[in-house]
Protein backbone atom coordinates (compact mmCIF):
# COMPACT_ATOMS: atom_id res chain seq x y z
CA UNK A 1 0.00 0.00 0.00
CA UNK A 2 1.21 3.38 -0.29
CA UNK A 3 2.39 3.81 3.38
CA UNK A 4 4.98 0.92 2.27
CA UNK A 5 7.85 3.18 1.41
CA UNK A 6 7.21 5.74 4.20
CA UNK A 7 8.73 4.09 7.19
CA UNK A 8 9.50 7.04 9.05
CA UNK A 9 5.77 8.32 8.95
CA UNK A 10 3.02 7.26 10.85
CA UNK A 11 0.91 4.41 9.11
CA UNK A 12 -1.22 6.16 6.86
CA UNK A 13 -4.82 5.93 8.51
CA UNK A 14 -8.03 4.58 6.78
CA UNK A 15 -8.92 8.34 6.23
CA UNK A 16 -5.92 9.71 5.41
CA UNK A 17 -5.36 6.66 2.81
CA UNK A 18 -8.92 7.27 1.40
CA UNK A 19 -8.52 11.00 0.88
CA UNK A 20 -5.20 10.82 -0.58
CA UNK A 21 -6.78 8.59 -2.88
CA UNK A 22 -9.22 10.66 -3.81
CA UNK A 23 -7.16 13.74 -4.24
CA UNK A 24 -4.98 11.35 -6.12
CA UNK A 25 -7.13 10.73 -9.14
CA UNK A 26 -8.15 14.03 -9.77
CA UNK A 27 -6.96 16.62 -12.60
CA UNK A 28 -5.33 19.82 -11.95
CA UNK A 29 -8.33 21.59 -12.97
CA UNK A 30 -10.78 18.84 -10.32
CA UNK A 31 -7.83 19.86 -7.75
CA UNK A 32 -8.67 23.13 -7.52
CA UNK A 33 -12.55 22.84 -7.91
CA UNK A 34 -12.67 20.40 -5.06
CA UNK A 35 -10.09 23.20 -2.99
CA UNK A 36 -12.11 25.92 -3.45
CA UNK A 37 -14.96 23.64 -2.40
CA UNK A 38 -12.97 22.92 0.60
CA UNK A 39 -12.02 26.53 1.60
CA UNK A 40 -15.95 27.23 1.24
CA UNK A 41 -17.10 24.75 3.37
CA UNK A 42 -14.30 24.72 6.03
CA UNK A 43 -13.29 27.86 8.62
CA UNK A 44 -10.36 26.24 9.72
CA UNK A 45 -8.83 26.27 6.12
CA UNK A 46 -6.82 29.14 5.10
CA UNK A 47 -5.77 29.90 1.29
CA UNK A 48 -2.82 33.29 2.05
CA UNK A 49 -1.46 34.89 -0.79
CA UNK A 50 1.73 34.66 -0.09
CA UNK A 51 3.22 32.23 -2.42
CA UNK A 52 5.32 29.57 -1.43
CA UNK A 53 6.78 26.38 -2.86
CA UNK A 54 4.31 23.28 -2.89
CA UNK A 55 7.73 21.25 -2.44
CA UNK A 56 10.43 22.81 -0.11
CA UNK A 57 7.95 25.43 1.23
CA UNK A 58 10.13 28.37 0.39
CA UNK A 59 8.79 31.92 -0.72
CA UNK A 60 8.71 32.30 -4.34
CA UNK A 61 9.24 34.90 -6.98
CA UNK A 62 6.76 37.02 -7.98
CA UNK A 63 6.51 34.44 -11.02
CA UNK A 64 7.79 31.44 -12.26
CA UNK A 65 8.70 28.04 -10.48
CA UNK A 66 10.87 27.77 -7.45
CA UNK A 67 14.69 28.49 -7.84
CA UNK A 68 15.68 25.54 -5.72
CA UNK A 69 13.55 22.71 -6.36
CA UNK A 70 13.81 23.66 -10.57
CA UNK A 71 17.01 23.42 -10.50
CA UNK A 72 19.38 20.42 -11.40
CA UNK A 73 20.25 17.93 -8.31
CA UNK A 74 23.50 16.51 -10.64
CA UNK A 75 25.26 17.06 -13.60
CA UNK A 76 23.54 13.74 -15.49
CA UNK A 77 21.71 15.00 -18.37
CA UNK A 78 19.56 12.70 -18.36
CA UNK A 79 18.55 12.80 -14.43
CA UNK A 80 14.83 14.54 -15.04
CA UNK A 81 13.97 17.43 -12.86
CA UNK A 82 10.90 17.14 -11.22
CA UNK A 83 8.63 19.33 -9.46
CA UNK A 84 5.40 20.69 -8.16
CA UNK A 85 4.42 23.46 -10.01
CA UNK A 86 2.09 26.62 -8.48
CA UNK A 87 0.63 26.91 -11.78
CA UNK A 88 -1.94 29.21 -10.84
CA UNK A 89 -1.88 31.42 -13.93
CA UNK A 90 -2.21 28.41 -15.87
CA UNK A 91 -6.02 28.73 -15.50
CA UNK A 92 -6.18 32.52 -15.34
CA UNK A 93 -5.70 33.36 -18.79
CA UNK A 94 -2.54 34.82 -18.29
CA UNK A 95 -0.64 32.00 -18.83
CA UNK A 96 -1.51 29.49 -21.74
CA UNK A 97 -5.18 28.97 -22.87
CA UNK A 98 -6.95 26.50 -24.65
CA UNK A 99 -6.37 28.71 -27.69
CA UNK A 100 -2.67 28.42 -27.21
CA UNK A 101 -2.73 24.82 -28.41
CA UNK A 102 -3.13 23.94 -32.19
CA UNK A 103 -5.59 21.59 -32.57
CA UNK A 104 -3.64 18.71 -34.44
CA UNK A 105 -1.73 18.50 -31.30
CA UNK A 106 -4.76 18.11 -28.94
CA UNK A 107 -4.96 14.31 -28.85
CA UNK A 108 -8.34 12.45 -27.36
CA UNK A 109 -8.61 10.41 -24.16
CA UNK A 110 -8.74 7.16 -23.12
CA UNK A 111 -11.73 5.51 -25.44
CA UNK A 112 -14.80 3.59 -23.54
CA UNK A 113 -13.47 0.36 -22.75
CA UNK A 114 -16.41 -1.52 -25.04
CA UNK A 115 -15.56 0.75 -28.14
CA UNK A 116 -12.08 0.65 -28.21
CA UNK A 117 -12.69 -3.49 -28.01
CA UNK A 118 -15.73 -3.59 -30.73
CA UNK A 119 -13.02 -1.34 -32.76
CA UNK A 120 -10.69 -4.17 -32.85
CA UNK A 121 -12.54 -7.16 -33.31
CA UNK A 122 -15.21 -5.53 -36.20
CA UNK A 123 -13.41 -6.27 -39.54
CA UNK A 124 -13.40 -9.61 -38.75
CA UNK A 125 -17.36 -9.73 -38.27
CA UNK A 126 -20.19 -9.86 -40.24
CA UNK A 127 -22.68 -7.26 -39.52
CA UNK A 128 -25.24 -9.36 -37.27
CA UNK A 129 -22.15 -10.48 -35.17
CA UNK A 130 -20.90 -6.89 -34.61
CA UNK A 131 -24.17 -6.28 -33.05
CA UNK A 132 -23.93 -9.63 -30.96
CA UNK A 133 -20.76 -8.18 -29.96
CA UNK A 134 -21.41 -4.74 -28.95
CA UNK A 135 -24.37 -6.26 -26.77
CA UNK A 136 -21.75 -8.62 -25.10
CA UNK A 137 -19.29 -5.42 -24.25
CA UNK A 138 -22.53 -3.97 -22.83
CA UNK A 139 -22.36 -6.50 -20.50
CA UNK A 140 -18.59 -5.76 -18.79
CA UNK A 141 -17.67 -4.35 -15.61
CA UNK A 142 -14.81 -1.78 -14.64
CA UNK A 143 -12.85 -4.40 -14.13
CA UNK A 144 -13.30 -6.40 -17.80
CA UNK A 145 -15.48 -9.18 -16.76
CA UNK A 146 -18.91 -10.30 -17.99
CA UNK A 147 -21.43 -9.27 -16.08
CA UNK A 148 -23.97 -11.81 -17.77
CA UNK A 149 -23.56 -15.63 -19.09
CA UNK A 150 -23.24 -16.61 -22.45
CA UNK A 151 -26.36 -18.67 -22.50
CA UNK A 152 -28.31 -15.79 -21.18
CA UNK A 153 -26.91 -13.73 -24.63
CA UNK A 154 -27.52 -16.69 -26.91
CA UNK A 155 -31.53 -16.83 -25.63
CA UNK A 156 -32.11 -13.30 -26.02
CA UNK A 157 -31.02 -12.90 -29.31
CA UNK A 158 -31.94 -15.99 -30.48
CA UNK A 159 -28.91 -17.33 -32.02
CA UNK A 160 -26.47 -20.68 -31.16
CA UNK A 161 -24.29 -20.68 -28.52
CA UNK A 162 -21.74 -21.35 -30.32
CA UNK A 163 -21.77 -18.05 -32.77
CA UNK A 164 -22.08 -16.51 -29.03
CA UNK A 165 -18.57 -18.28 -28.06
CA UNK A 166 -17.17 -18.08 -31.28
CA UNK A 167 -17.64 -14.24 -30.68
CA UNK A 168 -16.58 -14.40 -27.47
CA UNK A 169 -13.14 -15.45 -28.13
CA UNK A 170 -12.20 -12.65 -30.25
CA UNK A 171 -13.11 -10.48 -27.63
CA UNK A 172 -10.83 -12.11 -25.36
CA UNK A 173 -8.07 -12.01 -27.47
CA UNK A 174 -8.67 -8.17 -28.27
CA UNK A 175 -6.61 -5.55 -26.10
CA UNK A 176 -6.80 -5.63 -23.33
CA UNK A 177 -6.03 -9.48 -23.14
CA UNK A 178 -8.79 -11.35 -21.12
CA UNK A 179 -11.53 -8.75 -21.38
CA UNK A 180 -14.45 -10.26 -21.34
CA UNK A 181 -13.66 -13.61 -19.16
CA UNK A 182 -16.14 -14.47 -16.24
CA UNK A 183 -14.19 -14.00 -13.76
CA UNK A 184 -9.53 -13.30 -12.86
CA UNK A 185 -8.89 -17.37 -13.45
CA UNK A 186 -10.61 -17.28 -16.94
CA UNK A 187 -8.46 -14.04 -17.95
CA UNK A 188 -5.22 -15.07 -16.79
CA UNK A 189 -6.02 -18.55 -18.70
CA UNK A 190 -6.43 -16.59 -21.68
CA UNK A 191 -3.50 -14.35 -21.28
CA UNK A 192 -1.61 -17.03 -21.02
CA UNK A 193 -2.43 -18.70 -24.13
CA UNK A 194 -2.11 -15.70 -25.98
CA UNK A 195 1.81 -14.82 -24.47
CA UNK A 196 2.46 -18.69 -25.37
CA UNK A 197 2.41 -17.45 -29.33
CA UNK A 198 5.71 -15.34 -28.53
CA UNK A 199 7.35 -16.06 -25.45
CA UNK A 200 8.26 -18.80 -23.55
CA UNK A 201 5.81 -19.75 -21.16
CA UNK A 202 6.86 -21.89 -17.91
CA UNK A 203 5.81 -25.47 -18.33
CA UNK A 204 3.38 -25.58 -14.98
CA UNK A 205 2.59 -22.25 -15.18
CA UNK A 206 -1.66 -23.43 -16.53
CA UNK A 207 -1.75 -25.75 -14.12
CA UNK A 208 -0.63 -23.57 -11.27
CA UNK A 209 -3.68 -21.10 -12.28
CA UNK A 210 -5.92 -23.80 -12.83
CA UNK A 211 -5.81 -25.48 -9.61
CA UNK A 212 -3.60 -23.33 -7.78
CA UNK A 213 -5.22 -19.94 -7.58
CA UNK A 214 -6.38 -19.20 -4.11
CA UNK A 215 -2.35 -20.53 -3.22
CA UNK A 216 -1.36 -17.88 -5.67
CA UNK A 217 -3.38 -15.02 -4.92
CA UNK A 218 -2.17 -15.66 -0.59
CA UNK A 219 1.23 -16.16 -1.48
CA UNK A 220 0.87 -19.54 -0.34
CA UNK A 221 3.69 -20.92 -2.87
CA UNK A 222 5.03 -23.79 -0.04
CA UNK A 223 1.47 -24.93 -0.76
CA UNK A 224 1.68 -24.05 -4.40
CA UNK A 225 5.36 -26.28 -5.03
CA UNK A 226 3.33 -29.11 -2.98
CA UNK A 227 0.49 -29.10 -5.10
CA UNK A 228 2.49 -29.04 -8.63
CA UNK A 229 5.34 -31.46 -6.85
CA UNK A 230 8.31 -29.19 -7.69
CA UNK A 231 10.25 -27.26 -5.68
CA UNK A 232 9.91 -23.93 -3.85
CA UNK A 233 11.84 -22.21 -5.87
CA UNK A 234 10.28 -23.21 -9.10
CA UNK A 235 7.11 -22.57 -7.37
CA UNK A 236 7.90 -18.77 -7.11
CA UNK A 237 9.62 -18.90 -10.58
CA UNK A 238 6.11 -19.08 -11.73
CA UNK A 239 4.66 -16.69 -9.27
CA UNK A 240 7.19 -13.99 -10.76
CA UNK A 241 6.07 -14.55 -13.92
CA UNK A 242 2.32 -15.04 -13.55
CA UNK A 243 2.76 -11.21 -11.70
CA UNK A 244 5.24 -9.80 -14.27
CA UNK A 245 3.27 -10.64 -17.30
CA UNK A 246 -0.59 -11.32 -16.64
CA UNK A 247 -3.57 -9.00 -14.89
CA UNK A 248 -6.04 -11.13 -13.30
CA UNK A 249 -8.32 -7.83 -13.85
CA UNK A 250 -8.11 -6.96 -17.83
CA UNK A 251 -9.38 -3.28 -18.25
CA UNK A 252 -7.28 -1.79 -14.71
CA UNK A 253 -4.48 -2.17 -17.45
CA UNK A 254 -5.69 0.04 -19.63
CA UNK A 255 -7.94 2.23 -17.99
CA UNK A 256 -7.27 1.91 -14.47
CA UNK A 257 -10.46 3.24 -12.40
CA UNK A 258 -11.51 5.68 -15.62
CA UNK A 259 -14.75 4.17 -15.86
CA UNK A 260 -15.93 4.62 -12.06
CA UNK A 261 -16.04 8.58 -13.77
CA UNK A 262 -18.79 9.67 -15.82
CA UNK A 263 -16.69 10.70 -18.94
CA UNK A 264 -17.62 11.35 -22.54
CA UNK A 265 -16.16 8.68 -24.69
CA UNK A 266 -14.49 11.32 -26.56
CA UNK A 267 -12.84 14.12 -24.51
CA UNK A 268 -10.39 15.81 -25.37
CA UNK A 269 -7.51 17.14 -23.32
CA UNK A 270 -6.97 21.51 -23.80
CA UNK A 271 -5.44 21.95 -20.16
CA UNK A 272 -2.21 19.19 -19.34
CA UNK A 273 -1.92 18.49 -16.14
CA UNK A 274 1.51 17.71 -16.23
CA UNK A 275 4.27 20.39 -18.55
CA UNK A 276 7.68 18.59 -19.70
CA UNK A 277 10.48 20.95 -21.57
CA UNK A 278 14.08 20.80 -21.69
CA UNK A 279 15.60 23.14 -19.39
CA UNK A 280 16.13 26.42 -20.51
CA UNK A 281 15.15 24.25 -23.96
CA UNK A 282 18.50 23.47 -24.59
CA UNK A 283 18.99 19.84 -25.86
CA UNK A 284 21.42 18.96 -23.98
CA UNK A 285 20.13 19.83 -20.84
CA UNK A 286 17.70 17.73 -18.85
CA UNK A 287 14.06 17.42 -18.98
CA UNK A 288 12.15 19.03 -16.96
CA UNK A 289 9.18 18.15 -15.10
CA UNK A 290 5.99 20.44 -13.94
CA UNK A 291 3.32 18.68 -12.08
CA UNK A 292 0.41 21.51 -11.98
CA UNK A 293 -0.58 22.89 -8.54
CA UNK A 294 -3.11 25.32 -9.33
CA UNK A 295 -3.12 27.07 -6.27
CA UNK A 296 -2.97 30.87 -5.90
CA UNK A 297 -1.01 31.20 -2.86
CA UNK A 298 -0.93 28.95 0.36
CA UNK A 299 -2.87 26.54 1.90
CA UNK A 300 -2.65 25.62 5.38
CA UNK A 301 -4.29 25.59 8.70
CA UNK A 302 -5.52 29.31 10.01
CA UNK A 303 -3.40 29.53 13.18
CA UNK A 304 -6.25 31.78 14.64
CA UNK A 305 -8.75 29.30 14.01
CA UNK A 306 -6.52 26.76 16.01
CA UNK A 307 -6.39 29.33 18.73
CA UNK A 308 -9.91 30.52 18.93
CA UNK A 309 -11.31 26.59 20.06
CA UNK A 310 -9.70 27.22 23.54
CA UNK A 311 -12.40 29.70 23.92
CA UNK A 312 -14.78 27.93 22.18
CA UNK A 313 -18.31 27.11 24.20
CA UNK A 314 -19.12 23.71 25.00
CA UNK A 315 -21.45 23.17 22.20
CA UNK A 316 -19.34 24.68 19.54
CA UNK A 317 -16.24 23.19 20.98
CA UNK A 318 -16.45 19.65 18.93
CA UNK A 319 -17.94 20.96 15.65
CA UNK A 320 -14.64 23.12 15.72
CA UNK A 321 -12.59 20.26 16.56
CA UNK A 322 -13.90 18.30 13.79
CA UNK A 323 -13.37 21.26 11.49
CA UNK A 324 -9.51 21.57 12.60
CA UNK A 325 -9.11 17.68 12.42
CA UNK A 326 -10.56 18.05 8.48
CA UNK A 327 -8.81 20.82 7.67
CA UNK A 328 -5.03 19.50 8.95
CA UNK A 329 -6.05 16.11 6.99
CA UNK A 330 -6.75 17.98 3.77
CA UNK A 331 -3.38 19.67 3.86
CA UNK A 332 -1.77 16.64 5.07
CA UNK A 333 -3.36 14.23 1.83
CA UNK A 334 -2.72 17.28 -0.14
CA UNK A 335 1.00 16.97 0.50
CA UNK A 336 1.01 13.14 -0.02
CA UNK A 337 -0.92 13.50 -3.38
CA UNK A 338 1.69 15.80 -4.79
CA UNK A 339 4.66 13.36 -3.18
CA UNK A 340 3.06 10.41 -5.19
CA UNK A 341 3.15 12.33 -8.35
CA UNK A 342 6.53 13.44 -8.29
CA UNK A 343 7.94 9.83 -7.22
CA UNK A 344 5.78 9.06 -10.34
CA UNK A 345 7.01 11.57 -13.10
CA UNK A 346 10.27 10.92 -11.51
CA UNK A 347 10.57 7.38 -12.56
CA UNK A 348 8.20 7.82 -15.75
CA UNK A 349 10.53 10.30 -17.12
CA UNK A 350 13.82 8.82 -17.15
CA UNK A 351 11.89 5.47 -18.35
CA UNK A 352 10.50 7.06 -21.36
CA UNK A 353 12.80 9.79 -22.19
CA UNK A 354 13.19 8.77 -25.67
CA UNK A 355 9.57 9.03 -26.07
CA UNK A 356 9.30 11.94 -24.29
CA UNK A 357 12.11 13.59 -27.28
CA UNK A 358 11.75 11.61 -30.47
CA UNK A 359 7.88 9.86 -30.58
CA UNK A 360 6.32 6.55 -30.55
CA UNK A 361 9.00 4.39 -31.90
CA UNK A 362 10.93 5.07 -28.90
CA UNK A 363 8.20 4.07 -26.37
CA UNK A 364 9.32 1.08 -23.76
CA UNK A 365 7.09 -0.70 -22.51
CA UNK A 366 5.80 -0.51 -19.22
CA UNK A 367 3.11 -1.88 -17.32
CA UNK A 368 1.21 -0.43 -14.03
CA UNK A 369 1.70 -3.12 -11.84
CA UNK A 370 5.94 -2.84 -12.76
CA UNK A 371 6.09 0.46 -11.81
CA UNK A 372 3.60 0.18 -8.60
CA UNK A 373 6.30 -2.79 -7.45
CA UNK A 374 9.18 -0.49 -8.17
CA UNK A 375 7.78 2.35 -6.32
CA UNK A 376 6.32 -0.13 -3.33
CA UNK A 377 2.61 1.11 -3.67
CA UNK A 378 -0.02 -0.85 -4.58
CA UNK A 379 -1.48 -0.90 -8.52
CA UNK A 380 -4.10 0.47 -7.79
CA UNK A 381 -1.98 3.88 -6.62
CA UNK A 382 -0.39 3.85 -10.17
CA UNK A 383 -3.91 3.87 -11.65
CA UNK A 384 -5.46 7.05 -9.69
CA UNK A 385 -2.06 8.85 -10.51
CA UNK A 386 -2.82 8.06 -14.35
CA UNK A 387 -6.63 8.24 -15.02
CA UNK A 388 -7.36 11.03 -16.89
CA UNK A 389 -4.46 13.40 -16.59
CA UNK A 390 -2.58 14.51 -19.69
CA UNK A 391 0.91 15.53 -20.50
CA UNK A 392 2.63 18.16 -22.41
CA UNK A 393 5.35 17.04 -24.20
CA UNK A 394 8.18 19.08 -25.24
CA UNK A 395 6.91 19.82 -28.75
CA UNK A 396 3.63 21.02 -27.58
CA UNK A 397 1.80 17.47 -28.26
CA UNK A 398 -0.85 16.83 -25.40
CA UNK A 399 -1.26 13.63 -24.70
CA UNK A 400 -3.06 11.37 -21.96
CA UNK A 401 -0.74 10.28 -19.31
CA UNK A 402 -2.02 6.50 -20.15
CA UNK A 403 -0.01 7.14 -23.36
CA UNK A 404 3.10 5.93 -21.40
CA UNK A 405 1.69 2.51 -20.41
CA UNK A 406 0.53 1.62 -23.96
CA UNK A 407 2.73 -1.42 -24.77
CA UNK A 408 1.52 -2.16 -28.11
CA UNK A 409 2.09 1.59 -29.34
CA UNK A 410 5.58 1.61 -30.65
CA UNK A 411 4.71 -1.66 -32.69
CA UNK A 412 1.92 -0.06 -34.08
CA UNK A 413 3.89 2.88 -34.68
CA UNK A 414 6.21 0.74 -36.93
CA UNK A 415 3.27 -1.49 -38.49
CA UNK A 416 1.74 2.00 -39.88
CA UNK A 417 5.22 3.08 -41.16
CA UNK A 418 5.34 0.02 -42.98
CA UNK A 419 2.36 -0.10 -44.31
CA UNK A 420 2.69 3.83 -46.00
CA UNK A 421 5.54 2.49 -47.17
CA UNK A 422 4.53 -0.32 -49.01
CA UNK A 423 4.76 -0.71 -52.52
CA UNK A 424 1.78 -3.37 -52.71
CA UNK A 425 -0.54 -4.44 -50.10
CA UNK A 426 1.64 -6.70 -47.72
CA UNK A 427 -0.25 -9.96 -46.25
CA UNK A 428 -0.43 -10.07 -42.26
CA UNK A 429 2.56 -12.82 -42.53
CA UNK A 430 4.30 -10.81 -44.22
CA UNK A 431 3.85 -7.92 -41.96
CA UNK A 432 4.97 -10.40 -39.04
CA UNK A 433 7.55 -10.98 -40.96
CA UNK A 434 8.86 -7.42 -41.23
CA UNK A 435 7.70 -6.74 -37.62
CA UNK A 436 10.43 -9.29 -36.61
CA UNK A 437 13.00 -8.10 -38.34
CA UNK A 438 12.35 -4.98 -36.53
CA UNK A 439 12.91 -6.57 -32.82
CA UNK A 440 8.90 -7.42 -32.54
CA UNK A 441 7.94 -11.12 -32.11
CA UNK A 442 3.82 -10.69 -32.93
CA UNK A 443 1.22 -12.86 -33.99
CA UNK A 444 -0.52 -12.84 -37.03
CA UNK A 445 -3.33 -12.01 -35.46
CA UNK A 446 -2.11 -9.45 -33.01
CA UNK A 447 -1.10 -7.53 -36.41
CA UNK A 448 -4.67 -7.65 -37.48
CA UNK A 449 -5.65 -6.32 -34.31
CA UNK A 450 -2.98 -3.61 -34.94
CA UNK A 451 -4.02 -2.99 -38.07
CA UNK A 452 -8.09 -2.65 -37.12
CA UNK A 453 -6.72 -0.59 -33.79
CA UNK A 454 -5.10 1.83 -36.38
CA UNK A 455 -7.96 1.64 -39.20
CA UNK A 456 -5.62 -0.16 -41.75
CA UNK A 457 -7.73 -2.08 -44.29
CA UNK A 458 -6.83 -5.98 -45.13
CA UNK A 459 -4.09 -6.33 -47.50
CA UNK A 460 -6.84 -7.16 -50.44
CA UNK A 461 -9.28 -4.36 -49.34
CA UNK A 462 -6.07 -2.22 -49.56
CA UNK A 463 -5.55 -2.80 -52.70
CA UNK A 464 -9.48 -2.54 -54.02
CA UNK A 465 -9.00 0.76 -51.96
CA UNK A 466 -6.14 1.87 -54.09
CA UNK A 467 -7.51 0.70 -57.16
CA UNK A 468 -10.53 2.98 -56.44
CA UNK A 469 -8.72 6.47 -56.17
CA UNK A 470 -5.86 5.62 -58.72
Known sequence: MLQTHYQVLRPLTTAHLAQTMTLLSLTAEELRQQIDSELAANPALELIEERRCPNCGRPLPPRG???????P????????????????????????????????????AT???????LRQIAPELEKPDRLLAAY?????????????????????????????EAILHLIQRAEPVGVGSANPQEALLVQLEVLSETVTVPALAEQAIREGMDLLS??????????????????????RFIGDNLNPFPARSHWGDARAHSSPAFQVYNH????????????????????IMPLAGTLRVNPLFRQAIHQASNEKVDDWKSDLDRASLFVKCLQQRNHTMQRLMQRIASLQAQFILYGEKQLIPLTRAQLAEELEVHESTISRAVSNKAVQLPNGRIVPLSMFFDRSLN???????????????????????????KGFSVARRTVAKYRAMEGILPAHLRHHHAMAHA
Open 272 to 291: PDILISRLNDRPENPLVVEI
Open 411 to 437: VRTFLRNIIDMETRPLSDMELVSMLAE
Open 65 to 71: PCPICSR
Open 136 to 164: ILTHLDEDGFLTTTLAEVARYHHVPLSQV
Open 73 to 108: VSLDPDEPIVFISPREDFYTGSGMSQEDYPEDNTSP
Open 111 to 117: EDLPAFV
Open 218 to 239: RHQYSDLAHLLKINLRQAQEIA
